[in-house]
C-alpha cells in the first residue's frame, strides 16, 4: 500500500466500504459492523473535530499576526466575504437552472402529482395564514372526493415524523430569534464555552480580535506571544500529518459503518438509499458537478496564474475524499488547510484566514442542493414558483448558509427556513430524507472545494496587491 498514492488508497477504502456495507447487510453482519467497524468511523470524525476546533484558532491568530498590517487584513476580509457571497449565489443560480430545465419534480405519475398537491392543499387548509401560490383547488373538485378522503386517512394513520418535527423545531427557534440576534451570536461571552461547543462564528471572531491586538501591541511584547502561537499551530499540523496517513483505514470504517446503519436489516433499503429519488437526485448531483468541476477550476484558471484546472483539482482531491466520507467541511477543515498550502501553495496568512472562515459561512454546495430541492418538491405537488419566488430562494439560501452548522445534514435544517420563504410546507424534507445522507456527501465536496478555490483566488490577489 506505501507504494500507492494517498488519494488513490482513500478512493479504494470508499469503493470497499460500499462493497462491504452491501455484504453486510446481505448476510446479517450489521451488528458486528455497528459494534466493531462503525466506531472506528466515530473515532475519526472525532480525532479531525479535536483538532479542527484549536486549529481555526491558532491558525487565524497566526495568520493573522504574520500579515504586514491591519489594512492589509481589511482588504483580505472584505475581499473574502464578497467572494463567499459571489459563489454563493452563483451555485445556486446553476442549481436553479438545472432543476427548471430538467424539471425532476414532473417526472412522477399524474396521479402520484395530483396526491401530493391534496397533501398541499389540505396543510393550506390547516395553515390559513401562509398565502396560496396560486387558484387552483384539485381538493375542491368532485372527482377528487375519493382521493382526498383517502389522503386524509393516511395522513392521519401516519402522523408526524419525529426527525421531521424535530428540524422544524430548530428551524423554528432559529427564525424566532430578532434581526440582529445572529450579530449578537457572533460575539462569544466566553470563550473557553465556545471551545467546548465548537461556536465557530465565536471562536473566530475571538482569534481575528486577539491576531488584530498582537499586530497593535509593541513587537517586543508581541514577539513571545506569536512564537508559543506559531509553535501550537505547528504542533496541530502535524496532528493533522498523522491522521492523514491512516486516513484509508479510517474512511473505510466511516463508509462502511454510515451505510449498514442506512440500510439497517432490508437489502432494498440500501438500494433505496442509493436510487430513490433518482430523478431528483442526479439533477442535484449534476449541479453540484458543474461548480465544482467546471465553475470553480475556470475561476482559478482565469484569475490564478500558472494554476491550471487540471492541477487545482489534482491539489484539492484528498481534500476532496475527506469531506464526500466525513459530510463536514469543519472536520475536513485540517486536511484542507494542509492540501491548499502544500499544493496550491496559498500562504499561511492567508489560508489560516479565509479557510476556516470559508468552513462557517461558505455553504455553495448546500444552498444550490436547496434550490434544487425547493424547487423539485414545488414541481411534485404541481406548484409552479415564478422567477419572483426563485429570487427568494436564491436570498434566502445565501444568507441562511452564513452561519450553518459545518456538519452533516445541517442544511436540512436551513431548507425549512427556505421553504418557509416561499410559502411551502416545511415537512416536505421527509420526502427527501431518503437520499439526503448520499447528497450531503456530495455537497460537502463542493463546499470544501469553494474553501479552496477563494483561498487560491485570494492569495494571486494579494500577491500582486503587495
Not at 419534480?105 to 389540505?122: A, F, Q, T, V, W
Not at 488547510?337 to 499561511?348: A, G, Q, Y
Given at each position: 500500500?506505501?507504494r500507492?498514492?494517498?488519494?488513490?488508497?482513500?478512493?479504494?477504502?470508499?469503493?470497499?466500504?460500499?462493497?462491504?456495507?452491501?455484504?453486510?447487510?446481505?448476510?446479517?453482519?450489521?451488528?458486528?459492523?455497528?459494534?466493531?467497524?462503525?466506531?472506528?468511523?466515530?473515532?475519526?470524525?472525532?480525532?479531525?473535530?479535536?483538532?479542527?476546533?484549536?486549529?481555526?484558532?491558532?491558525?487565524?491568530?497566526?495568520?493573522?499576526?504574520?500579515?504586514k498590517?491591519?489594512?492589509?487584513?481589511?482588504?483580505?476580509?472584505?475581499?473574502?466575504?464578497?467572494?463567499?457571497v459571489?459563489?454563493?449565489?452563483s451555485?445556486?443560480?446553476?442549481?436553479l437552472?438545472?432543476?427548471?430545465?430538467?424539471?425532476?419534480?414532473?417526472?412522477?405519475?399524474?396521479?402520484?402529482?395530483?396526491?401530493?398537491?391534496?397533501?398541499?392543499?389540505?396543510?393550506?387548509?390547516?395553515?390559513?395564514?401562509?398565502p396560496?401560490?396560486?387558484?387552483?383547488?384539485?381538493?375542491?373538485?368532485?372527482?377528487?372526493?375519493?382521493?382526498?378522503?383517502?389522503?386524509?386517512?393516511?395522513?392521519?394513520?401516519?402522523?408526524?415524523?419525529?426527525?421531521?418535527?424535530?428540524?422544524?423545531?430548530?428551524?423554528?427557534?432559529?427564525?424566532?430569534?430578532?434581526?440582529?440576534?445572529?450579530l449578537?451570536?457572533?460575539?462569544?461571552?466566553?470563550?473557553?464555552?465556545?471551545?467546548?461547543?465548537?461556536?465557530?462564528?465565536?471562536?473566530?471572531?475571538?482569534?481575528?480580535?486577539?491576531?488584530?491586538?498582537?499586530?497593535?501591541?509593541?513587537?517586543?511584547?508581541?514577539?513571545?506571544?506569536?512564537?508559543?502561537?506559531?509553535?501550537?499551530?505547528?504542533?496541530?499540523?502535524?496532528?493533522?500529518?498523522?491522521?492523514?496517513?491512516?486516513?484509508?483505514?479510517?474512511?473505510?470504517?466511516?463508509?462502511?459503518?454510515?451505510?449498514?446503519?442506512?440500510?439497517?436489516?432490508?437489502?432494498?433499503?440500501?438500494?433505496?438509499?442509493?436510487?430513490?429519488?433518482?430523478?431528483?437526485?442526479?439533477?442535484?448531483?449534476?449541479?453540484?458537478?458543474?461548480?465544482?468541476?467546471?465553475?470553480?477550476?475556470?475561476?482559478?484558471?482565469?484569475?490564478?496564474?500558472?494554476?491550471?484546472m487540471?492541477?487545482?483539482?489534482?491539489?484539492?482531491?484528498?481534500?476532496?475524499?475527506?469531506?464526500?466520507?466525513?459530510?463536514?467541511?469543519?472536520?475536513?477543515?485540517p486536511v484542507?488547510?494542509?492540501?491548499?498550502?502544500?499544493?496550491?501553495?496559498?500562504?499561511?496568512?492567508?489560508?489560516s484566514f479565509?479557510?476556516?472562515?470559508?468552513?462557517?459561512?461558505?455553504?455553495?454546495?448546500?444552498?444550490?442542493?436547496?434550490?434544487?430541492?425547493?424547487?423539485?418538491?414545488?414541481?411534485?405537488?404541481?406548484?409552479?414558483?415564478?422567477?419572483?419566488?426563485?429570487?427568494?430562494?436564491?436570498?434566502?439560501?445565501?444568507?441562511?448558509?452564513?452561519?450553518?452548522?459545518?456538519?452533516?445534514?445541517?442544511?436540512?435544517?436551513?431548507?425549512?427556513?427556505?421553504?418557509?420563504?416561499?410559502?411551502?410546507?416545511?415537512?416536505?424534507?421527509?420526502?427527501?430524507?431518503?437520499?439526503?445522507?448520499?447528497?450531503?456527501?456530495?455537497?460537502?465536496?463542493?463546499?470544501?472545494?469553494?474553501?479552496?478555490?477563494?483561498?487560491?483566488?485570494?492569495?494571486?490577489?494579494?500577491?500582486?496587491a503587495?
Open positions: 500500500m506505501k500507492i498514492a494517498l488519494h488513490w488508497q482513500v478512493i479504494i477504502a470508499l469503493v470497499l466500504g460500499i462493497i462491504y456495507s452491501i455484504l453486510a447487510v446481505q448476510y446479517g453482519w450489521q451488528e458486528f459492523t455497528k459494534s466493531w467497524i462503525d466506531p472506528f468511523g466515530s473515532i475519526f470524525i472525532n480525532v479531525l473535530k479535536l483538532i479542527a476546533v484549536p486549529l481555526v484558532l491558532f491558525s487565524i491568530i497566526s495568520g493573522i499576526g504574520s500579515l498590517n491591519i489594512k492589509q487584513l481589511g482588504r483580505v476580509g472584505v475581499k473574502t466575504l464578497l467572494i463567499y459571489g459563489t454563493t449565489m451555485a445556486i443560480i446553476i442549481g437552472f438545472c432543476v427548471n430545465l430538467i424539471q425532476p419534480g414532473n417526472y412522477p405519475s399524474d396521479e402520484s402529482r395530483l396526491e401530493k398537491r391534496i397533501e398541499y392543499e389540505l396543510w393550506l387548509r390547516d395553515n390559513p395564514d401562509v396560496r401560490l396560486d387558484k387552483e383547488c384539485y381538493s375542491c373538485k368532485e372527482e377528487n372526493a375519493e382521493l382526498v378522503a383517502s389522503v386524509i386517512e393516511r395522513i392521519s394513520r401516519e402522523g408526524v415524523n419525529e426527525d421531521v418535527a424535530d428540524k422544524i423545531r430548530k428551524a423554528k427557534e432559529k427564525k424566532a430569534k430578532g434581526p440582529l440576534q445572529p449578537v451570536d457572533v460575539v462569544p461571552p466566553n470563550i473557553i464555552l465556545a471551545l467546548a461547543e465548537m461556536e465557530m462564528l465565536q471562536i473566530i471572531f475571538f482569534a481575528v480580535f486577539f491576531g488584530l491586538v498582537l499586530i497593535m501591541i509593541d513587537k517586543k511584547k508581541s514577539k513571545a506571544v506569536s512564537r508559543l502561537i506559531d509553535g501550537l499551530n505547528e504542533v496541530f499540523i502535524a496532528m493533522v500529518n498523522i491522521v492523514i496517513k491512516t486516513m484509508p483505514f479510517f474512511v473505510f470504517a466511516l463508509m462502511a459503518g454510515s451505510l449498514v446503519k442506512a440500510a439497517g436489516d432490508n437489502l432494498d433499503k440500501l438500494q433505496e438509499q442509493l436510487v430513490f429519488l433518482l430523478n431528483y437526485s442526479w439533477v442535484v448531483v449534476f449541479g453540484l458537478a458543474l461548480v465544482a468541476f467546471v465553475l470553480y477550476p475556470t475561476l482559478v484558471k482565469i484569475f490564478v496564474k500558472g494554476m491550471s487540471k492541477g487545482f483539482l489534482r491539489g484539492i482531491s484528498r481534500a476532496q475524499l475527506t469531506a464526500f466520507s466525513t459530510s463536514s467541511s469543519m472536520a475536513t477543515l484542507t488547510m494542509e492540501t491548499v498550502h502544500d499544493n496550491l501553495n496559498v500562504p499561511k496568512s492567508i489560508s479565509v479557510l476556516p472562515i470559508g468552513a462557517t459561512v461558505n455553504m455553495d454546495g448546500t444552498s444550490l442542493y436547496q434550490g434544487v430541492a425547493v424547487v423539485a418538491m414545488a414541481q411534485f405537488h404541481m406548484i409552479e414558483l415564478d422567477i419572483a419566488q426563485q429570487i427568494v430562494i436564491v436570498l434566502t439560501a445565501t444568507l441562511a448558509s452564513i452561519g450553518a452548522a459545518a456538519v452533516p445534514s445541517a442544511g436540512l435544517v436551513l431548507m425549512i427556513v427556505v421553504l418557509e420563504s416561499v410559502g411551502l410546507n416545511p415537512a416536505w424534507i421527509a420526502i427527501i430524507l431518503p437520499v439526503d445522507r448520499i447528497l450531503d456527501m456530495c455537497r460537502t465536496v463542493v463546499n470544501v472545494t469553494g474553501d479552496a478555490t477563494v483561498s487560491s483566488l485570494i492569495a494571486s490577489s494579494e500577491s500582486e503587495l
